[in-house]
């Protein structure tokens, strides 16, 4: 194998590497906004729990409509942001599998790479 061979499959192989470094970092960010979601959905439907426990101490129809409006409004919320978590976990778990494909492509491309005629820095 030449030399100048040699220097393109290593450049080729650390390119590999970076884009997969790349996509890591950019699937760790969406974690991060799956995670930001995940905690608006639980605080939503804390308080509309904690208003609906409320609700139980008002004696007054117009009250209990609006208390009623309010959980709605809660759980709307919720139900939004617990859309968003869903759509960035498909996101994350499809970013996974081609990271996973071009990490495989990386091993196998080292791996199959003929070491007997490689020097040690190579």
Do not use: C
């Amino acid at each position: 194998m030449s030399a100048a061979e040699t220097a393109r499959i290593h450049d080729e192989v650390r390119r590999q590497v970076l884009r997969a470094y790349e996509r890591i970092r950019a699937t760790q960010q969406r974690v991060l906004d799956l995670h930001d979601q995940v905690r608006v959905v639980s605080r939503r439907v804390s308080g509309a729990e904690a208003t609906i426990r409320s609700l139980q101490s008002v004696d007054d129809p117009a009250g209990r409509r609006n208390i009623g409006r309010d959980v709605a409004t809660e759980m709307e919320e919720a139900r939004g942001h617990g859309r968003r978590a869903y759509m960035i976990g498909l996101e994350v778990t499809r970013d996974l599998h081609q990271l996973q494909s071009s990490l495989a492509e990386v091993k196998h491309d080292i791996d199959t790479a003929d070491r007997q005629r490689m020097s040690p820095q190579e």
